[in-house]
Structure formats: structure tokens, C-alpha cells
């Protein structure tokens, strides 16, 4: 395993989502890994920690969450501008060699064999948490964060620190058709204190 991968403690792991990145959702079962894009992913909950994210009922990954009650979610850099748009428009159900021919690296981390995608700057592995009405009328899927990693060199001591990374390890955003934005410069407001 990469040493700049670090586990994140369950109470910071809402931080991984809060600046309200595109992720990657990643899944397995009966030996079918799969990786989508997701746009409408956010934190939910401190303690356990939970997340949402929104999956069209259309995709794979979302019958192996479903077949399995478990998932990944992953911050993907702008390194991985390229891959995160293809993983988002290309399907596995019609092109079942899409991970290889994309060129996804998957990794495991921790002892549940759940497939990571090598790049990413932050991962958290969730149990489903059911709720057949919002999945079916929403497409709203909740899950309970149950481990958390970020890499080191852009994710420290429970926060982000995109300022002192590289421009390849800043989150990206998708607006529409393609077109992202990557995270943009820190600011920082005055305190309430100081008034």
C-alpha cells in the first residue's frame, strides 16, 4: 500500500465530502468490480458518520450496491479529470471491459476486498443503509461511513490542504456536459471574535 495513505478517524471523515466534490463510487459483488462518477454525493451525519449520494437506477455500480450493501466513495484528483468523465459516460453493462480499457487501477484497502480506485486523494468505505422508498422514488442511497483514508500530502490532521499540494491533487467539480472546475484558492472569514 502506498505509505501516504493514511486512515482518516471516523468523526473527520464527514471532512472528506464537505467541500462538495465530483467522487467516484466504486463496488463489487459476485466478482464484478465497477467504478461510476458521481456528482451528488454529501455528507449526512457526525456520529456514525453517514454520506448520500444519488444513483441512477440505469447503472451497475448501483446493482452491486444494491446486491451487496456495500460501496466506496472516493475523491478523484484533477489527475483523473479524464477518468472520472469516462467512468460517468461509459457503461459497464454494454462494455464490460470498461474499467480495463479506461485504464482504472483498482487497490484494496482494509480486510473487506471492496475495490479502491488508485489516484484518488481520499476514500471512504460505507455499509447501505436501506431506505427501499428513497432509493426507488429518489435514487438517494445512504450509507455509514465504516473506514476512511485520505493521502497525506493533500488531506492532514483532519483537514484539507490543497494550498501547500500540487495543482494535480486539487478535487474536481462537475458542472455539465464535461466541464469541471477544480477546487480554487483558500479564504478564509473573520472571526466573529475579532469584532
Known amino acids: 500500500m502506498n505509505e501516504h495513505i493514511q486512515p482518516v478517524p471516523l468523526d473527520k471523515a464527514y471532512r472528506l465530502l464537505t467541500h462538495g466534490p465530483t467522487v ?35 447503472t451497475l455500480t448501483r446493482e452491486l450496491i444494491e446486491a451487496s450493501g456495500s460501496f466506496v466513495i472516493q475523491v478523484p484528483t484533477a489527475q483523473l479529470l479524464q477518468l472520472t468523465h469516462e467512468v460517468g459516460t461509459r457503461s459497464r453493462a454494454s462494455e464490460p471491459g470498461k474499467l480495463d480499457a479506461i485504464g482504472v487501477e483498482l487497490m484494496r484497502l482494509g480486510a473487506s476486498g471492496m475495490p479502491y480506485v488508485a489516484g484518488c486523494s481520499a476514500w471512504l468505505e460505507c455499509r ?13 442511497f445512504i450509507g455509514e461511513v465504516t473506514a476512511a483514508w485520505a493521502d497525506d500530502r493533500v488531506f492532514r490532521n483532519g483537514h484539507w490542504e490543497f494550498e501547500s499540494a500540487g495543482p494535480e491533487w486539487r478535487s474536481i467539480h462537475h458542472v455539465a456536459g464535461g466541464h469541471f472546475y477544480a477546487i480554487g484558492e483558500p479564504m478564509a472569514a473573520r472571526s466573529t471574535d475579532d469584532e
Not at 27 to 45: I, R, T, Y
Not at 128 to 140: A, F, I, K, S
Open 128 to 140: 447501505l443503509l436501506p431506505e427501499p422508498h428513497n432509493q426507488q422514488v429518489y435514487d438517494l
Open 24 to 58: 467516484l463510487v466504486s463496488a463489487h459483488h459476485a466478482g464484478v468490480d465497477n467504478v461510476m462518477a458521481a456528482a451528488w454525493a454529501c455528507a449526512l451525519d457526525f456520529a456514525p458518520p453517514k454520506l448520500t449520494v444519488v444513483l441512477d437506477k440505469s
